[in-house]
């Protein structure tokens, strides 16, 4: 929850709401990009963020997102991050 | 050294272990009186365990635990609050998964959905708005829990509930800061505090400088660290080298994500939202003036403590801590957790009895998983 996980932002979804499409290694995932839009919506795309329960909090550059996953994995907390990703959806469909 | 050959850069790992061993003998700490550095944030001392941190390290350098992981100092009432207002009909509680075995007096929100409440574990306030979107004929509530890392993603999300006029969410704020029990670790005269490695994601929010007040007023080191084993070495040998020179500064190691003003619109959207409370309790902690944050007027109708008429605002409850637990003082980094008298007996990650045993941040677990300490107590 406190260490986030790096994503790569794929495209806007909905410039109204500032939602962006992420890839958090493999997982495509909805993501509010609020704080990190100051240059402009658009120039997001394929930009790498630090992403906190589901809002890019920072941006950050390839090798740092590589670098963060690594040390998320060894810790443990990339697979929770994920698990609760898988949880979140099926808590949506209400099948919990 | 038998860790520093899994990390990325064993080279970078060796030098640094060697410069804080000299570091540790140029200031005189000794296994008797060593040099005692906290470490405030819960995801450093996760990592200071996995990466086996603290054998690297002279044991003239003690790492003192800090309060930084928000689940643990959660006090019992608040989660018995959660489940008064997760019990109600029509009620979808949503929580981060973190908060879902921390046990209250009567039972832990695991338990309480167990036994028949709608409660649902949420990976973001988004999936809380969207269930509130899908579900009109429900109240949807977010369970608003961390420090300033996730502070501005609820503060956000009620922004939006209000843009969509979504009645029917709010959020249960419990929101926390981590600068106000720092300063009563300060004051505390039993704490033997020489430094600090400050946390690295509430400081990507908020920046560096609301830690001007450890090195101004109280002449301690801070430096604001990453997560990666490197950088917590590189930072424990910044507080040292400012320890040896006689130094007192906020530093800050991690200034690729976090730039000395934070997060201008994280902040912007905390101070629309929030607003400070006067005190908030603190497992372990107690009362601590302006720690926690509530929901401004402008936005009560999204409060859960306005809708539900529970929470801080509408009454204090004092509950008492379990028999022989420790969790305060553990909390404080005034004992390890190996000395509480119920850590692996009474206490267990199956069945614990104080949250420092099951989030993933916690001192408690971190010991049980790393350090050894499960053998010893088995
Ligand atoms: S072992 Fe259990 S009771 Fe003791 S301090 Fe840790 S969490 Fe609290």
Known sequence: MCLGIPGQIVKITDKATNLALADVSGVQRQVNVTCVA??????????????????????????????????????????????AMFQSDRALEGRT | MKYVDEFRDPKAAKVLVKAIAEKVDAIGATVEKPVHIMEICGGHTHAIFRYGLDKLTPPGLEFIHGPGCPVCV?????????????????????????????????????????DGADIRMVYSPLDALELAR????????????????????????????????????SVFCNHITVPPPIKVLL?????????????????????????DFIARDYGKPIVVAGFEPIDLLQSVLMVLTQIAEGRAEVE?????????????????????????????????????????????????????????????????RVVE???????????????KPMQCPQFGKGCTPDIPLGALMVSSEGACAAYWQYGGARQAAE
């Open chain 1, 38 to 83: 100051g240059g402009g919506l658009e120039d997001l795309v394929g930009k790498w963020v630090l992403i906190h329960v589901g809002f890019a909090m920072a941006l950050i550059d390839e090798d740092e997102a590589r670098k963060t996953m690594e040390t998320l994995t060894a810790l443990g907390e990339a697979q929770e991050e994920f698990e």
């Open chain 2, 74 to 114: 959660l006090p019992m009432s608040r989660v018995d609050e959660c489940i008064e207002i997760a019990e109600r009909p029509g009620v979808i509680f949503t929580t981060f998964g973190d908060a879902m075995r921390v046990p209250g007096t009567r039972k832990s929100l695991i338990q309480a959905k167990a």
């Open chain 2, 134 to 169: 899908r579900n009109p004929d429900n109240e949807v509530v977010f369970f608003g829990l961390g420090f300033e890392t996730t502070t501005p993603s609820t503060a956000l999300a009620i922004q939006q509930a209000a843009r969509e006029n979504l009645s029917n969410f």
């Open chain 2, 187 to 211: 004051d505390d005269p039993h704490m033997v505090l020489d430094g600090f490695v400050g946390p690295g994601h509430v400081s990507m929010v908020i920046g560096t400088r609301p830690y």
């Open chain 2, 252 to 316: 800050n190691q991690y200034a690729r994500i976090v730039p000395d003003g934070g997060n201008p619109v994280s902040i912007a959207a905390i101070e629309d939202v929030y607003q400070p409370r006067p005190t908030f309790e603190w497992r372990g902690l107690g009362e601590i003036d302006a720690s926690g944050l509530r929901i401004r007027d402008k936005y009560k109708d999204f409060d859960a403590e306005e809708k539900f008429g529970i929470g801080y605002a509408t009454g204090r």
């Open chain 2, 321 to 335: 801590e379990p028999e022989g637990c420790a969790c305060g003082e553990v909390m404080t980094g005034r004992i």
